[in-house]
């Protein structure tokens, strides 16, 4: 994956895509009882209460990519859903391991398609490469109505950015430091649906919560995750529940609490931002 990016075609056959985009009808109506499903750009940690969705995270054409990618034991932390139905604003450029952090950089992400994912409803745009250098670039305040967030990355020339177009049912996957971003669905009808899950590998901490108390700050471990190839090696910690599907604040681009309970104004993880 010199490009930091590769494209899995046919990940959900016909039968597979009828029931994931059933099922994310009845999320977003499980979610937000009583809202258009046109109004929501983006539900987080989707696979909390949906097996199926679960089922489609370890979807082996995916595992197998990911094990080629990251090694053989991986877990997964986080899925959104969106929905990005027409006028739906995108992401200014944004690399994903910048809200969530991994101690090895092995962070990568699973974005399958629902719909197809054109340049009129927006789609992805990658800039290939840009994760070659391991760099986090600074981020800047910015309120271009385009982008759901006031943030975007910046330092960098975005000149070779191209457009990754996918047909409803495939999979890009890449790398936590790509540089990436989204334009609006400026399409005259239709959704942009898409299933993004956060994977990593599960020989690393992941340190996505601040500290609390006498925490050390390298031993930081988030443990709300699921394996999902090989094995744990801190299984030896249990799981926690901490987060809960949730529909994304509009110009919050995701940061947004996830606590079930507790502190969550102080012990928040920051996902990535509208895809």
Known sequence: MD????????VLDADLLERVLAETTAI???VMPGTALRDILCIHF???????????????AVVSALTS??????KMMQSMLFIKSEGKPGQAWHQDEAHIPTRDRSLTAAWIALDNATVDNGCLWVLPGSHRSGVLYPVRDQEDVRFDCTMEAYGFTDDDAIPVELPAGSALIFNGYLLHRSLP???RAGMRRALVNHYMSASSLLP????????????LDHRDI???????PYAYKGTADLTYPHVRPERQGGCAPVMQNGDASSRTPHGPRAQ
């Not at 699921?226 to 744990?232: F, Q, R």
Request: glycine share 12%; proline share 11%; net charge negative.
């Open 208 to 219: 996505w919560f601040p500290p609390s108390g006498d925490e050390a700050m390298g031993m």
């Open 46 to 60: 989707p696979h909390k209460v949906s097996e199926l969705f679960r089922q489609v995270a370890r979807h082996p």
């Open 69 to 74: 990618m990251i090694g053989p034991d991986v």
């Open 226 to 232: 699921e394996l999902i190839a090989g094995k744990d």
């Open 3 to 10: 490009q930091g990016y590769m494209v899995v075609p046919d």
């Open 28 to 30: 977003c109506q499980d």
């Open 185 to 187: 669905n400026n399409g």
